[in-house]
């Protein structure tokens, strides 16, 4: 099993999101984040005055699935969240020991489906 992280732009959301579902996934997890990567921020004008934002507003979506599905669930993210533009993001996928569903105590790949 893995946990596909996915950090992008949050105009890019309902995109992901969309491209997520006809990939079949069956949940996922999104959260509001703040960093930077390349772009190191942005400088931006406030009232004539400049100042600079070092952390720039992100999306993070996670999504737990088979080591079948992460070619498929990646390719799906980094579609739908390119813009072509710096900081459209990472995809990370790491390797998830156990998962247990807390409602029926299904483990694993169980755990996952439905």
């Known amino acids: 099993m893995k946990l596909v992280t996915a ?14 579902s006809e990939a079949g ?7 509001e984040v703040r960093g930077y990567g390349r772009q190191q921020g ?7 005055a400049e100042y600079e934002v070092r952390l720039l507003p992100k999306v993070r979506v996670e999504v737990a699935c088979a080591d079948a599905d992460v070619e498929r669930f990646s390719d799906a993210i980094s579609a ?3 813009t072509g533009t710096i900081g459209d993001g990472k995809i990370f996928v790491l390797t ?11 483990r694993d790949e169980q755990a996952l489906t439905g």
């Not at 996934?25 to 959260?31: F, Y």
């Not at 942005?42 to 004539?48: C, N, Q």
């Not at 998830?96 to 299904?106: P, Q």
């Open 7 to 20: 950090i992008f732009k949050p105009s890019r959301l309902d995109a992901v999101i969309d491209a997520l």
């Open 25 to 31: 996934a069956t949940g996922l997890t999104v959260s």
């Open 96 to 106: 998830v020991d156990s998962v247990v569903r807390i409602r029926t105590g299904e």
């Open 80 to 82: 739908a969240a390119n």
């Open 42 to 48: 942005k400088t931006e004008v406030y009232r004539g």
